[in-house]
């Protein structure tokens, strides 16, 4: 009975975990157009975007520690890690951040026409860790 109670907390506690990872919050520029269709694109992959608008990016980014030379248009936070999604990096690949921890944030520098809210992917998109490092390539 014990072993069985433990076993509903701990589903019960992951499920939120689960939650809290796939809640992310967006800051974008009010006339982005491509921002809005990356967060399209977040929603339509389970993700929960809480889109806020502001027409200060630089600061924002300054803020949030995303290297200037790998900052792109919309920068998202994820709420319950406070991992960075710098640009139009896709759902996927932000999984793949949500399950290393150790990596501060991944971006998808400038604004690549092969990218979710860009374009179609077409297996040449390649994403890097706040280091610089490649983390992906779809
Ligand atoms: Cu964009």
Redesign the pocket.
Known sequence: MKIWLTAIAFAAASSLAQAADSAMTVYQDPS?G??S??VDHMRASGFEVKAIETSNMAAVKQRLGVPVALS???TGVIDGTGQIVE??VPASVVRKLLADASVKGVAAPG?PLNAP??GELDGNLVTVDFLGQPFSRD
Do not use: A, N, Y
């Open positions: 982005c491509c921002c269709g990356w792109s248009c919309h640009g139009h604004m809210g860009m």
